[in-house]
């Protein structure tokens, strides 16, 4: 398996920035594609951005796109995602997610078998 735990979420202002951080434990994190999903009360989980096993290529949601980047560090074990222009519609628990085998488009929850717990990101309006 591959524990994920997520880190940085919190209060900011609308136009602010915030960058979360995804850590796995195990020494094969690399073999890992990784993506972040978030999920607002009352909605589904929805994809916002996916980086593939040796960063080579990165894909987001058309709702983030040219706000948020996604960036990962496998010495470190690690992926992170920079948020930047805020806005109160970005407010969400926001779930990191890997999977091993690259079944799907990887922009369903299904498609992913490992999560983390989440980190809340609430943006002030």
């Known amino acids: 398996q591959a524990p994920l735990v997520e880190s940085g979420g919190g209060l900011v202002q609308a136009g602010g920035s915030l960058r979360l951080s995804c850590s796995a434990s195990?020494?094969?994190?690399?073999?890992?594609?990784v993506a972040w999903f978030r999920q607002a009360p009352g909605k589904e989980r929805e994809f916002v951005a996916r980086?593939?096993?040796?960063?080579?290529?990165?894909y987001y949601s058309d709702s983030v796109e040219g706000r948020f980047t996604i960036s990962r560090d496998n010495a470190k074990n690690s992926v992170y995602l920079q948020m930047s222009s805020l806005t109160a519609e970005d407010t969400a628990i926001y779930y990191c997610?890997?999977?091993?085998?690259?079944?799907?488009?990887?922009?369903?929850?299904?498609?992913?078998?490992?999560w983390g717990q989440g980190t809340q990101v609430t943006v002030s309006s």
């Open positions: 980086v593939t096993r040796g960063a080579t290529g990165t």
């Open positions: 195990g020494s094969t994190f690399s073999n890992y594609e």
């Open positions: 997610a890997a999977r091993r085998l690259i079944n799907g488009r990887g922009i369903s929850p299904g498609d992913y078998d490992y």
